[in-house]
């Protein structure tokens, strides 16, 4: 839809770790990032875009596969996999699942969420992904979490007085106009 509206504008995209691209960002390296929200720093200036509501993640054959919804109490003593330190995914996972009996499997944590994904289909443990990485036909079951609040802000954020900043409004419009947005 962007290429679409602005077919003039060479989009390439970048995928790091959250601190990563906020450097590239405040070097000049980047004109914006889409990142979990809150994010930047006063150099920035950011704009929510969508939620993006937190799946359960489980193998088909396991006991909460049938379920319509989940709460964070259903995964008590459920081993969780989680991504390394350094992934915004991991802390924000860490942050949902605050209840007693809640904890991270600490013998494995994945690189990728493709690794986390497999470590699951292997019935290693359950995880957590966003709703926007879902992917189907992975031998999953993606299960929504009762509280709607087990969700992520995705937002835009950019360098203020970047001279793209009517570039960076168009995106915004579109995004925020598309069914990815409306969807949410």
């Known amino acids: 839809r962007i290429h679409k509206a ?8 970048t995928e790091e770790k959250t601190d990563k691209l906020l450097e590239k960002l405040s070097a000049g390296e980047l004109d914006a990032a889409l990142l979990a929200l809150p994010a ?5 200036e950011s704009k929510a875009l969508f939620e993006d509501p937190f799946l359960l993640a489980v193998p088909k ?3 909460l596969a049938s379920r319509k919804w989940v709460t964070v109490a259903d995964i008590a003593h459920e081993p969780l996999l989680l991504l390394e330190d350094g992934h915004c995914l991991r802390a924000q996972a860490l942050e949902f699942c605050r209840a007693p009996h809640v904890s991270e499997y600490k013998e494995f944590r994945a690189t990728s969420l493709e690794t986390l994904r497999q470590m699951v289909v292997a019935g290693v443990g359950i995880t957590l992904i966003p ?19 087990v969700a992520r802000t995705i937002g835009l954020v950019w360098r ?11 995106i915004i419009r579109i995004i925020c106009n598309s ?6």
Do not use: W
Not at 160 to 170: D, H, L
């Open 6 to 13: 602005l077919p003039e504008l060479k989009l390439l995209l």
């Open 40 to 44: 930047g720093d006063s150099s920035t």
């Open 61 to 63: 054959h396991h006991k």
């Open 131 to 149: 709703e926007s990485a879902r992917q189907k036909n992975d031998g999953l079951c993606y299960i929504p979490f009762r509280d709607k609040k």
């Open 160 to 170: 203020k007085g970047t001279s793209r900043s009517e570039v960076i409004q168009n």
């Open 179 to 184: 069914s990815i947005a409306a969807s949410r």
